[in-house]
Structure formats: structure tokens, C-alpha cells
T-cell receptor
Framework: GEDVEQSLFLSVREGDSSVINCTYT??????LYWYKQEPGAGLQLLTY?????DMKQDQRLTVLLNKKDKHLSLRIADTQTGDSAIYFC??????????FGKGTRLHILP | DARVTQTPRHKVTEMGQEVTMRCQPI?????VFWYRQTMMQGLELLAY????????DSGMPKDRFSAEMPDATLATLKIQPSEPRDSAVYFC?????????????FGPGTRLTVL
């Protein structure tokens, strides 16, 4: 079945770049997403990329998609304390459902 | 400011009791999802509805869990009887489904503790 894998933890110093990686198995994915979950809150869409793109940039965020290797990454430039959260990689195809990874907890070191 | 609302935000109950969680999806959204989040399992899809019809509840323990949409403004998730292993945060999400970006909008969650 469809699966999304990502590492569970990442620690980064404030001001450095954070890179969160993800792999997925569904070759028919149409959208790939990064959701952010802050403490005590639900998930919120942070950014997304269509499967026919290989890069998307949005201010401090850069999403890279390697469709051949089924690899998605999220780079956060100049990481701030407010970026501390859980980041979920996710994908969907022609279905209503979104398949989420287990989330990567990003910890910011002072 | 359209958002998904969930009640209650916190629930502490004793094993064996019935628990009902409620969700009001964003007006106009035609898909509703129930998820459960735990440290061990991450985010699990329990059930989802399209136009109020249940389409997939394969992630839900059928013997004790039930999900319904009595009308377009209310989705409910019931656990009867509750067990300590049901302790988790339960999220409701709504969206416009396939054919769009398929973004799901999450509520703030109900934190359930079963003693």
C-alpha cells in the first residue's frame, strides 16, 4: 500500500538551514505536501508541489521533488525559533485521502 | 474566518464510559476526515465522508467506534465502551476533496484521556 517515510527528529541551530527529507511509494501521486503542526494545534498546510514540478520556492521555504527516486525535501532557510514544530510530509493521488508520514519534530538550538 | 471546530477540546473519562466527539466542518466543504494521533502510531486515518456518506472506515475499530454525519454541519465520533488504549488526540479535518488542491483543514483536536 501507499507509504510515506520521514525521520522523526531534527535539531538545527537558529539561523542555519533545516532540511527535512521524505520518501514515498505511490508513483501516481499528483500532489505532495508539507504540513506543519505547532504544539497544541492541528496540522496546517505549509506548502505543496505538483508532481510535474521539481522545485518550488516560497520565501524561506524550498521544496525539492525527485520523482524518479520518490524523494521530497523541505528546506527552511534562516531557521527561527518559531519554526519549531512537527513537519508532516504527505501525498495524494486521485483520491480524497491524503497519506501522511509520521512527522519530523524540528528542534531549534539557540 | 472559516475554520473547523471541535468539541470538547479535552476529555478525561473512565474506562467503559461512552465518549462523543463533535466536529463542525468548514461551510461548503464536502469531505470530512477523522484522525487519531499518538506518539507511537503517528497520525492514523479512522474514517472519512464525502457529501455526508461514509466512504472509508477501515482504520476504525468497528466493535467500539462509530462515525456519523447527521447533517452537513456536524460530524460525530463515538467510542463505546472506551478503553485506556483509546487515549490520544482526535482530529477532524474538512476539505473540497479531489479535483482541487485537496487541502485538508484541521480542527484543534480533542485530547482524550481514558483512565
Amino acid at each position: 500500500g501507499e507509504d510515506v517515510e520521514q525521520s522523526l527528529f531534527l535539531s538545527v541551530r537558529e539561523g542555519d538551514s533545516s532540511v527535512i527529507n521524505c520518501t514515498y511509494t505511490d508513483s501516481s501521486s499528483t500532489y505532495l505536501y508539507w504540513y506543519k503542526q505547532e504544539p497544541g494545534a492541528g496540522l496546517q498546510l505549509l506548502t505543496y508541489i505538483f508532481s510535474n514540478m521539481d522545485m518550488k520556492q516560497d520565501q524561506r521555504l524550498t521544496v525539492l521533488l525527485n520523482k524518479k527516486d520518490k524523494h521530497l525535501s523541505l528546506r527552511i532557510a534562516d531557521t527561527q525559533t518559531g519554526d519549531s514544530a512537527i513537519y508532516f510530509c504527505a501525498e495524494s493521488n486521485r483520491d480524497d485521502k491524503i497519506i501522511f508520514g509520521k512527522g519530523t519534530r524540528l528542534h531549534i538550538l539557540p | 474566518d472559516a475554520r473547523v471546530t471541535q468539541t470538547p477540546r479535552h476529555k478525561v473519562t473512565e474506562m467503559g464510559q461512552e465518549v462523543t466527539m463533535r466536529c463542525q466542518p468548514i461551510l461548503g466543504h464536502n469531505t470530512v476526515f477523522w484522525y487519531r494521533q499518538t506518539m507511537m502510531q503517528g497520525l492514523e486515518l479512522l474514517a472519512y465522508f464525502r457529501n455526508r456518506a461514509p466512504l472509508d472506515d477501515s482504520g476504525m475499530p468497528k466493535d467500539r467506534f462509530s462515525a456519523e454525519m447527521p447533517d452537513a454541519t456536524l460530524a460525530t465520533l463515538k467510542i463505546q465502551p472506551s478503553e485506556p488504549r483509546d487515549s490520544a488526540v482526535y482530529f477532524c479535518a474538512s476539505g473540497l476533496g479531489q479535483g482541487s488542491l485537496n487541502e485538508q483543514f484541521f480542527g484543534p483536536g480533542t485530547r482524550l484521556t481514558v483512565l
